[in-house]
T-cell receptor
Framework: GPKVLQIPSHQIIDMGQMVTLNCDPV?????FYWYKQILGQQMEFLVN????????KSKLFKDQFSVERPDGSYFTLKIQPTALEDSAVYFC??????????????FGSGTRLTVL | GEQVEQLPSSLIVQEGASVLINCSYT??????FPWYKQEPGKRLQFIID?????ERKQNQRLTLLFDKKTKHLSLHITATQPGDSAIYFC????????????FGKGTVLLVSP
């Protein structure tokens, strides 16, 4: 089926540094999402993005977080500066249609971020 | 906000057995309930969904039941196979139109040959 690719699969950085997580969504999809999963906890919604804009974000989406998809390339999540509590697996997802409630989300395999 | 609980947290069964995974949610505004499966080392994979105007949906060996009154769902898997071994996630979404899913913690299913 359709695949969402996430690069890199693992990233280790020092606290305070900037990190960019990259996501290559399904080619004809229009909506993009980031979810965060801390070890041992459930996956939690961070943000969704459509037509160059953040549509909705959760309280986990701190001011240090930003998302963009310049010129239809990677959909990115940038954290600047990083904090210890940002250590988690970040999952990217995409969906085809206009954010209709019953759209199937396709997920990537996740990027495991470790902040030291 | 919405909370989704899954029980049990883990299941071990013999191949061929049937299993039942229960899921409950708190927000009566939730209208869409997709389920995902994650095999070891692989991405989340959509397996079945149901909307709040339905009571039952079947997809091959999967049957999903929904009770709007009790805010409860149950996923029934029949004739399990070792390939069904995975973590199963229930999720819920409201009518915001933007697929903001709230996930449960998952149920680890291990099917032994």
């Amino acid at each position: 089926g359709p695949k969402v690719l996430q690069i890199p699969s693992h990233q280790i950085i020092d606290m305070g540094q900037m990190v960019t997580l990259n996501c290559d969504p399904v080619s004809n999809h229009l909506y993009f999402y980031w979810y965060k999963q801390i070890l041992g906890q459930q996956m939690e919604f961070l943000v969704n993005f459509y037509n160059g804009k953040v549509m909705e974000k959760s309280k986990l989406f701190k001011d240090q977080f930003s998302v963009e998809r310049p010129d239809g390339s990677y959909f990115t999540l940038k954290i600047q500066p990083t904090a210890l509590e940002d250590s988690a697996v970040y999952f990217c997802a995409s969906s085809l249609d206009q954010g209709a409630v019953a759209e199937t989300l396709y997920f990537g395999s996740g990027t495991r971020l470790t902040v030291l | 906000g919405e909370q989704v609980e899954q029980l049990p947290s883990s299941l071990i069964v013999q191949e061929g057995a049937s299993v039942l995974i229960n899921c409950s949610y708190t927000d009566s505004a939730s209208v869409y309930f997709p389920w995902y499966k994650q095999e070891p080392g692989k991405r989340l994979q959509f397996i079945i969904d149901i909307r709040s105007n339905m009571e039952r949906k079947q997809n091959q060996r999967l049957t999903l039941l929904f009770d709007k009154k009790t805010k409860h769902l149950s996923l029934h898997i029949t004739a399990t196979q070792p390939g069904d071994s995975a973590i199963y996630f229930c999720s819920a979404s409201g009518d915001s139109g933007y697929n903001k899913l709230t996930f449960g913690k998952g149920t680890v299913l291990l099917v032994s040959p």
